[in-house]
């Protein structure tokens, strides 16, 4: 598969995976969003689309979004995301959206050491997880994926 090819089968399971949680699963009533890895602001851009209302904060390394999809002041955090993120701890968050990895196996499995524990705590009780990365912690039950995401995609997790 073509590197273009890969990338659209990405963003299309995104998209769809987004969706479902928005149109198919129960969040929490409050707590906001976290958009974790806001890059150009695509997704963040989707996420206030279809959760109008949600305080949504991103994270990211260094500040890269479109000019039309910078999150408002207070709602963008700049810094090691693994550092950063950690006053975020017991957020209470409703959603939780990490597409951090890389593709590089190695410096993926160096992110794998501090995301699962970073995303559940940020959640709230039944709270709802999205990952581009497999998610290995105990308080984090998987659910199914949309039909339309191919296996190991795209992940999707409640918290116990």
């Known amino acids: 598969m073509s ?4 990338f659209i089968r990405r ?11 928005q149109a198919d ?19 963040f851009n989707h996420l206030r689309e279809i959760f109008p209302g949600r305080r949504i904060i991103a994270f990211d390394r260094a ?14 955090v700049i810094g090691e995301i693994s550092e950063t993120a950690q006053a975020y701890l017991g957020v209470d968050a409703s959603l939780v959206h990490a ?4 593709g590089y196996p190695e410096k993926d499995a160096v992110t794998l050491t501090w995301l ?34 191919p296996k190991d995609r795209y992940f999707l997790y409640r918290k116990a």
């Open 3 to 6: 590197r273009l090819d890969s």
């Open 11 to 21: 963003l299309t399971a995104q998209r769809d995976i987004l969706n479902h949680v």
């Open 25 to 43: 699963l129960d969040l929490p009533d409050n707590g906001p969003v976290m958009e974790i890895g806001l890059g150009n602001g695509r997704t």
């Open 63 to 76: 500040m890269g979004a479109h000019a039309s999809s910078v999150p408002e002041e207070g709602n963008l």
């Open 99 to 102: 597409d951090i990895g890389t």
């Open 116 to 149: 699962p524990q970073l995303v559940a705590g940020m959640l709230a009780r039944n709270g709802v997880a999205v990952s581009g990365l497999p998610l290995d912690d105990a308080s984090l039950v998987p659910l199914p994926v949309p039909v339309s995401v």
